[in-house]
């Protein structure tokens, strides 16, 4: 069964600090592997998007890897702002399959303190 | 460009009332998406459309939801008759096409609450 799953289910930290989120996926075949930020009350924005080739992705403080092999990734959050604060949700595409079949994980509730 | 515009942002209702909710995409794309978030489920596909066409429905969860395209620029999603249990976020998405690649661009939702 395909299945995404992310941990932790929430985390909190201080402004300022570093803090690294995780997905692991059990969707075959791969074909790529999307982050998202959703704010409170809005919907999810694209933060990056990887293919199987690629195992690192940035886009400013964020930082995405991929190990297609153990099929995990994780999202790297530097020095960390309190507009951080906000869902994170890893999104599984499969090899093939149109935008209808995405898998999407339940998400990281980050919360960034002062 | 505005991004993809839902309506209204928030909708109280009670049950048994007909629910519209309406989207308009991105300009130029040519799927569209309608998803369901709740805390339970997290983020669920409805249906979506490409080139204004149904393409797959399979998500709607009865035949008391209903969904239109009736041009490139407009869509419903309809609920008749509404039950609590469809109380959620709907989002909207649209894309420049349906291929797995493409990127999703979500609309900010519309908060639906079915007393």
């Known amino acids: 069964k395909n299945q995404v799953e992310q941990s932790p289910q929430s985390l909190i930290i201080l402004e300022g600090k570093n803090c690294t989120l995780q997905c692991n996926y059990t969707v075959s075949p791969f074909s790529n592997l999307r982050w998202y930020k959703q704010d409170t009350g809005r919907g999810p924005v694209s933060l990056t998007i990887?293919?199987?080739?690629?195992n690192t992705k940035s886009n400013g403080r964020y930082t995405a890897t991929l190990d297609a092999d153990t099929k995990q990734s994780s999202l790297h959050i530097t020095a960390s702002q309190l507009s951080d604060s906000a869902s994170y949700i890893c999104?599984?595409?499969?090899?093939?399959?149109?935008?209808?079949?995405?898998?999407f994980g339940r998400g990281t509730q980050l919360t960034v303190w002062p | 460009d505005a991004g993809v515009i839902q309506s209204p942002r928030h909708e109280v209702t009670e049950m048994g009332q007909e629910v519209t909710l309406r989207c308009k995409p991105i300009?130029?794309?040519?799927?569209l998406f309608w998803y369901r978030q709740t805390m339970m489920r997290g983020l669920e596909l409805l249906i979506y459309f490409n080139n204004n066409v149904p393409i797959d429905d399979s998500g709607m969860p009865e035949d008391r939801f209903s969904a239109k395209m009736p041009n490139a620029s407009f869509s419903t999603l309809k609920i008749q008759p509404s039950e609590p249990r469809d109380s959620a976020v709907y989002f909207c998405?649209?894309?420049?096409?349906?291929?797995?690649?493409?990127?999703?661009?979500f609309g900010s939702g519309t908060q639906l609450s079915v007393l």
């Open positions: 300009s130029g794309h040519n799927s």
């Open positions: 999104v599984v595409s499969d090899r093939g399959s149109t935008l209808g079949r995405l898998y």
């Open positions: 998405a649209s894309s420049g096409g349906d291929r797995g690649n493409e990127k999703l661009f």
């Open positions: 990887m293919t199987f080739s690629e």
